[in-house]
């Protein structure tokens, strides 16, 4: 594996996504000091579980994490905010979650008629 293309990569995408390494972490349910480590390259192994992770949270494939060729997992760009209501809205059951998106798009009428 090589660790500079992988570290180079997982680096860029996050500031390409304007995601910090704290969101990133939070994302991909690793601590922040674990993905320092490999973007910076001192991290003595990376498990195939942390890439896989590191990968869905940047929603690029695995194997761009080793390629200078990013390959998005989804067509729709989607920002680390929306990302994390995703994930939360998928812990949630279709009725809680519907009546949820019922508010919010309650309370964005009510601010845009301001």
């Known amino acids: 594996m090589n660790e ?3 570290r180079r990569n997982i680096a860029r995408e996050r500031k390409n996504q304007s995601m910090t390494q704290e969101q990133l972490a939070e ?3 690793l601590t922040i000091n674990y993905l320092s480590k490999i973007e910076r390259g001192v ?3 990376v498990s195939a579980d942390s ?5 869905h ?5 695995m ?3 080793f390629t200078d060729h990013i390959t998005s997992t ?10 994390q209501l995703d994930n939360y809205f998928s812990t949630l059951g279709f009725d809680k979650t519907e009546k949820i998106c019922k508010h919010l798009l309650m309370i964005l009428e009510l601010s845009s008629n301001n």
């Open 4 to 6: 500079n293309i992988l």
């Open 27 to 29: 994302f991909s349910n």
């Open 43 to 45: 991290a003595k192994r």
């Open 51 to 55: 890439l896989f992770k590191i990968s």
């Open 57 to 61: 949270a940047l929603n690029i494939s």
């Open 63 to 65: 194997d761009s994490l």
């Open 74 to 83: 989804y067509k729709v760009y989607k920002g680390p905010y929306q990302r």
